[in-house]
């Protein structure tokens, strides 16, 4: 894709998603509170699914600077008192990795100098953000979630690094899985990112990776999809955009104002929908309160 065909899918997904000049929501809007309680009927059995990846401390070609985990308490096995203890620990995270799963808010990303809906780049202070931080979900973001397996779709076991996944892939998944994305869904897309990790082993995901093409968000223009999620983080690489190496992030969260969770997992909630018979369940996503900050770990929960 041209720079220039990709600004002219730019505005138009921009113009199909305008709101008004003072949102900050973005796609949020679309989770109404009777689509939440429609959402709730979902759940049937109770069961309950993390869709987030354990935080991971090693260092790798994917995973250059590594989530910290320290024990901050003495050490118990040699100083041991009676009485009360307490075990302490302290975490450092990269949020933005290629491993740990995230969410990305609306001032992650900017494009042309701005970021969603005009909001000017000076807005990112020292500090932190002054508009458009992952606070904006500080409530939460509950509603359907509907999970594609496209490996599934293509009798593969994952997709390759480099491959796409395209708005008729979408399609095709849902016809195949007996269910259908609509406004105000939370869509998860599985590119089978975490078993290749698992299985092949690790690799350098900054330049190798399965994602969505850029014409695939017009697919969540049209369903008025409320949130996104893969267990890549959505773009392709290398990207087929010329000079823009993330276009689906610029896509999705500058032009339609769509937050995005990168990195999740779900290969433990295939073979439960697959035994109930379903791709569609309750969702749960629960960023955690950071005041200016681009972003947030997440473990999402898919209720069943």
């Known amino acids: 894709m041209t720079t220039e065909e990709f600004r002219a899918l730019h505005e138009r997904v921009r113009e199909r998603t305008r709101r008004g000049p003072d949102d900050r929501r973005g796609t949020l809007g679309y989770l109404t509170p009777d689509r939440v309680v429609a959402a709730a009927r979902e759940v049937t059995t109770g069961r309950t699914v993390s869709l987030a990846a354990p935080v991971d401390t090693r260092p790798g070609p994917d995973n250059p ?9 003495p050490d118990l096995a040699r100083q041991p008192s009676p009485g009360l203890q307490f075990a302490l620990d302290r975490f450092a995270m990269n949020v933005h990795g290629d491993v740990d799963s995230h969410l990305d808010a609306l001032c992650h990303v900017l494009y042309d100098g ?48 480099g491959e796409q996944v395209t708005a008729d892939d979408l399609t095709a998944a849902e016809a195949a ?6 406004p105000g869904d939370v869509l998860l897309v599985r590119v089978g990112h975490r078993r ?16 969505l093409h850029p014409e695939a ?39 339609m104002g769509m937050q995005l969770m990168d990195y999740l997992q779900f290969e433990e909630l295939v073979p439960v929908c697959e035994e109930e018979g379903r791709w569609s369940f309750l969702c749960a996503v629960a960023p955690l309160r950071l005041p200016g900050a681009t972003g947030s770990p997440v473990n999402p929960i898919a209720v069943l």
């Open 217 to 255: 968000v017009e697919f969540l223009v049209d369903r008025r999809v409320a949130m996104l999620g893969c267990d890549g983080n959505s773009d392709t690489a290398p990207s087929t955009v010329e000079g823009v190496d993330f276009p689906v992030h610029v896509l999705t969260i500058h032009a």
């Open 114 to 161: 701005t970021l969603y809906n005009g909001v000017p780049a000076g807005s990112l202070t020292p500090d932190g953000a002054v508009e458009l931080a992952v606070d904006v979900a500080r409530d939460g973001v509950v509603g359907r979630g509907v999970l594609l397996d496209i490996p599934r779709l293509r009798g593969v076991p994952w997709l390759e690094p």
């Open 65 to 73: 600077e590594p989530a910290r985990h320290r024990m901050k308490a």
């Open 177 to 182: 899985q007996g269910v259908r994305t609509g």
């Open 196 to 211: 290749r990790r698992r299985e092949h082993g690790v690799w350098n995901t900054a330049e190798a990776r399965a994602g």
